[in-house]
């Protein structure tokens, strides 16, 4: 993975001294809140409702095996012992002080971590696979140039205050996993021709306005990643709505202006600087790739490494291995999902103590590197199939070996009225409820492939448009509420979820779900996923279903009324 050079180094430093002397003039009334605001968020620290939330990034999904023990130490000694990985390669922070913040970054500065640009109006984390690099379905590793990527858009001045937050995704996958239609600018890496480059998608996102993106160029040769980026973000910039924070995504931008004239306005611009200092010549690339190389595999046999006994024998470990771990381009090892979704726990949430014990776990059987994924959970990218046994067994002493990767109760979940100030609604008991009603690992298998997102409010941090059930928290006469939507996905043929119809109570959540599950079981066809079911019957059995006894309340209630 990348390493820090001395101007990387000395870069950090110097924004932890900044920001030191911020909080000191803050506290002293030099500064008010309002000037101190946007200093505060473009380093990461929020006010959020019971007290300030700190958001760490983890560029790209990779982190090694010191800066996971350093982000455990931090969580012990200035929070309360654990922390939060978002959707977007993030950690969380919930409890910190304020004046403790210049310390925390300073510590995290040692082992080459920061905070800078993960909230703010600026160009935020670059997400992508966290299987990159390891990927069977890898087409081209995209971690060098979500690298340069991530270089080009840290303290860029031109972009530092733009209309609203701007996330970019790459995928260099068949399957994309970095959902990427759904972000500010997606970028696809694809081969023709024997050319590598990109499929540029703009104008995606989630949140109050959810919009799939558009393609605004099918193929975008590698060397003119910047300089198209630049001229996207400075179209943006000029005429993005700045009066109405709810319309100022570059989403509205390029719906407002249609795709075809956007595209038109970028080529413009582009003109200008297709082949300035910015494009990116072979030596750069060589440069930053050569941080990417592969670890010292062994040269290890395509055979299954005597797991087919113990799958046959260990009931336990087989419903694991089927569940945790993902193929790999190199023979004989495997990539693992690390399950944050014990049930009973908040998903996402990781302890200080599970933090030391997955570094270790990287040192002894993933060459000390982790990866962070989407759907909150950790991944060790080069296991051996050798080791798999060990390595479940000691995932399962720390709590991190729940074989629901993919099912039902491995969702996604934001941290919701709980925490956040924005929420309308708490989203982490809804996730304890439905786990707890689906605590069959046996169910949960026949079930089988299923996303279930959960967000507390419109602003989708749990990304609960996309989920195969998505669930919403909304706020209706000060009382909370949830909503449902129905056959979301990310992917390659992503889609936004459909809305059923009314909300519902918290306490109706696990019965609302158990029967959307029911209907699926009743009508699918061998071996049909939920989705495939889904798209097959649409959405109506399911609606009647969830709403047959309400309904029934309703024309009772009447009736009675009416005698």
Same mark, same amino acid.
């Given at each position: 993975m990348y390493k820090y050079d001395a101007i990387d180094r000395q870069l950090i430093n110097e924004r932890v001294d900044q920001f030191r002397d911020q909080v000191r003039r803050w506290k002293a009334g030099e500064l008010s809140d309002d000037e101190f605001r946007p200093l505060r968020l473009q380093n990461g620290l929020y006010i959020q409702r019971h007290a300030p939330m700190f958001r760490i990034a983890v560029p790209y999904a990779m982190l090694n095996s010191a800066q996971l023990r350093r982000l455990g130490q931090v969580a012990s000694k200035y929070d309360r012992g654990y922390g939060h990985f978002t959707t977007r390669h993030n950690l969380q922070l919930n409890w910190p002080k304020i004046e403790d913040v210049p310390e925390i970054l300073a510590e995290l500065a040692e082992v080459e971590m920061h905070a800078i640009q993960t909230s703010g109006n600026c160009l935020r984390n670059i997400t992508t696979d966290q299987f990159a690099g390891v990927a069977a379905d890898e087409v081209i590793d995209p971690r060098p140039l979500a690298e340069i990527l991530r270089q080009w858009t840290t303290f860029h001045p031109e972009f530092a205050f733009l209309p609203r937050k701007f996330k970019i995704a790459i995928s260099g996958t068949k399957e994309d996993r970095a959902v990427t239609w759904f972000h500010d600018i997606g970028l696809q890496l694809q081969e023709q021709n024997g050319e590598v480059g990109f499929r540029v998608i703009v104008g995606g996102g989630l949140g109050r306005t959810p919009?799939?993106?558009? !393609?605004?160029? /099918?193929?975008?040769?590698? =060397? #003119?990643?910047? %300089?198209?980026?630049?001229? !996207?973000?400075?179209?943006?910039?000029? =005429?993005?709505?700045?009066?109405?924070?709810?319309?100022?995504?570059? &989403?509205?931008?390029?719906?407002?202006?249609?795709?075809?004239?956007?595209? =038109?306005?970028? /080529?413009?611009?582009?003109?200008?600087? &297709?082949?300035? $200092?910015?494009?990116?010549? =072979?030596? /750069?690339?060589?440069?930053?790739?050569?941080?990417?190389?592969? $670890?010292?595999? /062994?040269?290890?046999?395509?055979?299954?490494?005597?797991?087919?006994? &113990?799958?046959?024998?260990? &009931?336990?470990?087989?419903?694991?291995?089927?569940?945790? %771990?993902? $193929? #790999?381009?190199? $023979?004989?090892?495997?990539?693992? %999902?690390?399950s944050l979704k014990k049930h009973g726990v908040a998903p996402g949430d990781i302890t200080s103590e599970q933090m030391a014990a997955v570094a270790d776990l990287a040192d002894q059987y993933s060459f000390g590197e982790l990866r962070i994924s989407h759907e909150q959970n950790i991944i060790l990218a080069d296991v051996k199939l050798a080791d798999l046994h060990e390595v479940w067994q000691k995932a399962k002493a720390a709590g991190l070996a729940t074989p629901n990767t993919g099912l039902l109760t491995g969702m996604i979940c934001c941290p919701g009225g709980d925490f956040c100030d924005l929420a309308n609604a708490k989203s982490i008991p809804i996730a304890t409820a439905i786990q707890a009603r689906f605590d069959d690992l046996d169910y949960l298998f026949d079930i089988g492939e299923i996303d279930l997102n959960i967000s507390g409010c419109m602003n989708a941090c749990g990304h609960h448009h996309v989920g195969h059930i998505g669930v919403l928290g909304v706020d209706k006469n000060d009382s909370e509420f949830y909503q449902v939507t129905l056959g979301g996905r990310q992917g390659n043929d992503a889609k936004l979820g459909k809305v059923i119809g009314p909300s519902f109570a918290a306490d109706e959540m696990p019965d609302v779900v158990d029967k959307i599950i029911k209907v699926y079981i009743e009508s699918r066809h061998a071996d049909e996923r939920f989705l495939d079911t889904f798209d097959r019957i649409g959405i109506d059995p399911f609606k009647n279903r969830v709403y047959e006894g309400r309904a029934h309340g309703k024309a009772k209630v009447a009736q009675q009324e009416a005698a």
């Open positions: 919009i799939r993106g558009q !393609i605004v160029r /099918e193929f975008l040769p590698w =060397q #003119h990643l910047l %300089t198209y980026c630049e001229a !996207i973000l400075r179209v943006y910039n000029r =005429q993005g709505r700045r009066d109405n924070a709810y319309k100022a995504r570059i &989403k509205i931008l390029v719906q407002a202006l249609g795709v075809e004239a956007f595209a =038109q306005l970028v /080529e413009e611009e582009w003109a200008h600087g &297709k082949d300035g $200092p910015a494009t990116l010549t =072979q030596a /750069e690339f060589d440069r930053v790739a050569a941080h990417f190389s592969a $670890p010292a595999y /062994e040269t290890l046999s395509a055979d299954d490494a005597g797991l087919s006994e &113990k799958l046959a024998f260990e &009931k336990s470990f087989k419903n694991w291995v089927d569940r945790s %771990t993902h $193929p #790999h381009k190199v $023979p004989g090892y495997a990539a693992v %999902t690390l």
